[in-house]
């Protein structure tokens, strides 16, 4: 059997992509709540005020809130063991700084986990995905203050108290590398004034960037989610924290040595730099040649005392999100280039991408699963993001045939197995958007994940349905199968 015989199976959404109920029961806003939908030509906007007039696709996003007890039991029913989701830190403290939390916030999350525990579904939990509560970017610019590390252990020892019982496996930070690439906004609000006190609205990919403070912010998540796993550990010896990283392979376009060096440099920056802090609990020396090339001084935001959280803090596994594989030249120019998950690359002649441009790449999930173990050859791994964005058309019945998304998963849990018989300890998987939720890069309801098909549509109609896709069934078996029956 390659994989273990309590190995997880099952799906991962986040709260703002699927709950709704944007300011119900005392939730505040967050910064999800502030950008509208786009495409996959048109980026997201994003303006500091709520406008009553645009279609926000977070607001009700698939109404996950009112309709998490017939959701958990179609997870049930394909067979699960884990449920991953995100608790949204506005319904626990609506301005993110409060000293109290929300006693009706912390009540959803304590029933949720009740409806799952009821089918024997583990939860798995992520602290930020993707959101803070917009109070702490207008008082402290997302984590560019460092008040806001007290803010988020705070807020994370409130849910391991509460929860102590109820969750096992929590994640600090969603995608946390995503800081490191320009642009990609990753949600945690690092906004200047000049963008925070903007009257018009501007493309989420054109808020102004400044590297200085976006490393800051950086290093205040890390040192939030270190003291959020020690403090986990004193709450329960057993809990299991993990990073989470989005993984992108970056395979150099020619073997020229020197895009093998290319390559090298944004494994690091991109891959390694994040994990390397959070698994092994320090700074590695390339990162602050980095610093040293790009005009970043660290001495500005790492300050004494700081060493010692980061190692006291490191994390139980290794948890990462693998969809697609890109390429990386050293002279760049006059190759075709390609979109993908939050950064893009050298299109790969050998492989075909989604209509969204993410290039599929089993083998990739192979070769990282390798390369993740042989870094930290101490820590477990789970995937805990992989899946495929596509159109679905719902038949005349109501039926939803989607072969290219079976396919897709078939291979890539394939390519998984082929890893665990490698001797790499893969202990968990949860594909992406079991049920369609709102794209978290394009904002749309088109760009489906599901096996769960959910009736709304990008100008907002739409009546929340849930129904049955083919690849429903055909998860169903390699759950109950535990990865064996794939056909
Ligand atoms: C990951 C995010 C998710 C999710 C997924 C798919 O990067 O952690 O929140 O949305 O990508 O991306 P998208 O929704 O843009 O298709």
Redesign the pocket.
């Known amino acids: 059997m390659p994989f273990v015989d309590n190995f997880l199976w099952g799906g991962a959404i ?1 709260a703002n ?1 699927a709950e709704g109920a944007y300011l119900e029961d005392g939730k505040g806003l967050s910064t999800a709540d502030m950008i509208i939908g786009g495409n996959v030509n048109t980026p997201r906007m994003f303006y500091p005020q709520i406008n009553p007039d645009v279609f926000y696709p977070s607001h009700e996003a698939i109404d996950f809130y009112h309709r998490y007890k017939e959701d958990v039991a179609l997870f049930a029913e394909m067979g699960w063991s884990v449920f991953r989701t995100s608790i949204n830190w506005s319904r626990i403290y609506p301005n993110g700084y409060d000293e109290e939390p929300n006693e009706a916030g912390l009540q959803f999350y304590d029933d949720l986990f009740d409806e799952c525990h009821k089918y024997n579904i583990e939860p798995l939990i992520t602290l930020c ?2 959101e803070i509560p917009w109070g702490m970017v207008k008082k402290y610019h997302g984590f560019y203050d460092r008040a806001s590390v007290d803010c988020f252990v705070r807020y994370a020892t409130t849910c391991f108290k509460r929860y102590k019982n109820k969750v096992k496996y929590w994640l600090t930070f ?2 946390i590398n ?1 800081a490191t690439a320009p642009h990609a906004y990753n949600g945690l609000g690092l906004v200047e004034d000049e963008d925070l006190n903007r009257t018009d609205t501007v493309a989420r990919t054109q808020i102004k960037d400044v590297p200085q403070h976006r490393y800051q912010a950086l290093h205040h998540e890390f040192l939030a989610s270190a003291l959020a796993v020690k403090a986990g550990h004193e709450i329960n010896p057993d809990f299991m924290i993990g990073c989470m990283i ?1 993984h992108i392979p970056w395979y150099p376009a020619t073997c020229n040595p020197k895009d093998m060096i290319a390559s090298q440099k944004k494994y690091q920056l991109f891959n390694d730099f994040c994990p390397d802090v959070m698994v092994r609990g320090e700074y590695p020396t390339y990162i602050f040649k980095y610093f040293e090339q790009n005009g970043i001084d660290p001495s500005q935001f790492i300050k004494e005392g700081d060493a010692e959280i980061l190692k006291e803090g490191v994390v139980d596994m290794y948890t990462f ?1 693998y ?1 697609m594989t890109n390429c990386v030249a050293a002279d760049p120019e006059g190759k075709d280039t390609i979109g993908g ?2 950064v893009g690359g050298i299109k790969n002649p050998y492989l075909k991408a989604s209509d ?1 441009g993410w290039q599929i790449d089993p083998d990739g999930l192979r070769y990282s699963l390798n390369y993740i173990h042989d870094r930290y050859p101490h820590v477990p791994l789970m995937v805990v ?1 992989n ?1 495929f ?1 596509a159109f679905d058309t719902v038949e005349e019945d109501g039926s939803i045939h989607d072969p290219y998304r079976i396919a897709y998963f078939r291979e890539h849990i394939k390519a998984m197995r082929d890893a665990a018989e490698d001797g790499v300890p893969v202990i968990g998987y949860t594909t ?2 079991p049920i369609d ?6 904002g749309e309801f088109a ?1 489906r ?1 599901g096996f769960i098909y959910v009736n709304r549509h990008d100008d907002g109609t739409g009546d929340f349905a849930r129904s049955r896709k083919d690849s429903f069934y055909w998860y169903k078996k390699v759950c109950e199968s535990n990865g064996q029956d794939l056909d």
């Open positions: 986040a992509q995905h993707y969603n995608e995503t989005v999100s969809y998950n939050i969204w993001e899946g964005g992406w958007g939720v709102v794209s978290a890069g394009t760009k994940y």
